[in-house]
Nanobody
């Protein structure tokens, strides 16, 4: 099982960023993909998830209207896009595989550093 994320990103405030997570070694449509971030000096923050089987998403209220989760089943790749970035969005962003029944993420991507700075 592998989740390989795209590389580090640098954005100006107000811009958008899109991070990818390419899955391999398992059936992509059989698991949820969670997105979690960790800002400097802070704990993990769950952003939301997508069910690649049907595209249904759920997001934390904090990101409502600003985050979009998508999944391309032809390439087994999940994406998170975050808009209207501010310095508070500077963090390492992770994707994680979550079995439908256990509710616990069991495999994680390597993380993608997103830095928002002018």
């Amino acid at each position: 099982v592998q989740l390989v994320q795209s590389g580090a990103e640098l954005r100006n405030p107000g811009a958008s960023v899109k991070v990818s997570c390419k899955a391999s070694g398992f059936t992509f449509t059989s698991y949820y993909i969670d997105w979690v971030r960790q800002a400097p000096g802070q704990g993990l923050e769950w952003m939301g998830r997508i069910d690649p089987e049907n595209g249904v998403t759920k997001n934390a209220r904090k990101f409502q209207g600003r985050v979009t989760f998508t999944a391309d089943t032809s390439t087994s790749t999940a994406y998170v896009e975050l808009s209207r970035l501010s310095s508070e969005d500077t963090a390492v962003y992770y994707c994680a595989r979550r079995p439908r029944l256990t509710g616990q993420s069991d495999y994680w991507g390597q993380g993608t550093q997103v830095t928002v700075s002018s």
